[in-house]
């Protein structure tokens, strides 16, 4: 995942030692070395005031007051750790935590939650890619205001964006379809081509059905109809990244 990074501090409350061994493990084997904290919560508070915890994960099966007692005491420590919540869809929300995790029952699912958690400190670089300078303004500031870190570059169209890929590693394109010179449906062509890692969004103002269609055939994990809001946006980062988001419309 790259940058001076060197370690993340990541605090799990479980209401089992054997939900801690997994946790445990899965952040063992994630890309960015953890310092793990598995703690029940009468010393996680004073873990959360004594150290600086980048990350603090909550069991939803824990008692109302504990959660709640936890996630106040994250909530005061400077700088805060990005609290998440383990539970199953749908679960009640707490007040003040970031997102909703599922519960891991495999090391597997352990390591892919905490390479969840990793990404919320550990800038993903995204690709904004229109010739519209007021929308790329609009997709930048709605995307600066996620939970996640986000390393937002421009292009203003298809060949720039092109050269832009292949000069730098990314993780996510914003993709307009309506361009001069090459249009969506072609960068998308050639961003498969020599980048098909890369989650491409196709974003248009063209009300088309087969345009979709070909568009996800082609392989965008997504299709935003302009004009999108926020909440559309965010909807998007949460499949790209798994997570369910605290005052999503999607979660």
């Known amino acids: 995942m790259g940058g001076d990074l060197v370690s993340l501090r990541m605090l799990v409350i479980a209401a089992e030692p054997s939900d801690l061994e997994l946790w445990r493990q899965g952040a063992g084997f994630a890309s ?4 793990f904290f598995g703690q029940d919560p009468d010393t ?16 939803s099966a824990l008692s109302d ?10 909530r005061l420590a ?12 749908g679960a009640t929300r707490i007040k003040g935590i970031n997102g909703m995790l599922a519960k891991p029952k495999t090391v597997a699912d352990a390591r892919r939650l905490a390479e969840i958690c990793i990404r919320t400190k550990v800038p993903t670089r995204v690709l904004i890619v ?17 939970l996640f870190a986000l390393d937002v570059h421009e292009a203003a169209e298809g060949a720039t964006a092109l050269d832009a890929l292949k000069n730098g590693k ?33 974003m248009t103002s063209t009300v088309d059905h087969a ?12 299709f935003l109809k302009k004009p999108f809001y926020p909440a559309d946006i965010d909807g998007v980062l949460e499949r790209y990244y798994c997570v369910h988001l605290a005052g999503s419309a999607t979660a």
Do not use: H, W
């Not at 020599?194 to 989650?199: H, K, Q």
């Open 32 to 35: 960015v070395p953890v310092d």
């Open 130 to 146: 229109d010739d519209s300078s007021t929308m790329r303004r609009i997709v930048r500031k709605i995307l600066s205001a996620s």
């Open 211 to 222: 345009l979709a269609e070909r568009a996800y055939k082609e392989g965008v994990v997504d």
């Open 65 to 74: 007051p504990v959660k709640t007692a936890v996630v106040k005491t994250a």
């Open 170 to 202: 990314f993780g996510l394109v914003f993709l307009d379809y309506n361009m001069p010179g090459f249009n969506g449906l072609e960068t998308l062509s050639e961003i498969r081509r020599e980048n098909p890692d890369v989650a491409v969004v196709m």
């Open 44 to 59: 996680a508070a004073a873990t959360l005031a004594a150290r600086q915890i980048d990350i603090c994960v909550l069991d």
């Open 78 to 89: 400077q700088p805060a750790p990005v609290v998440f919540v383990t539970a199953a869809r």
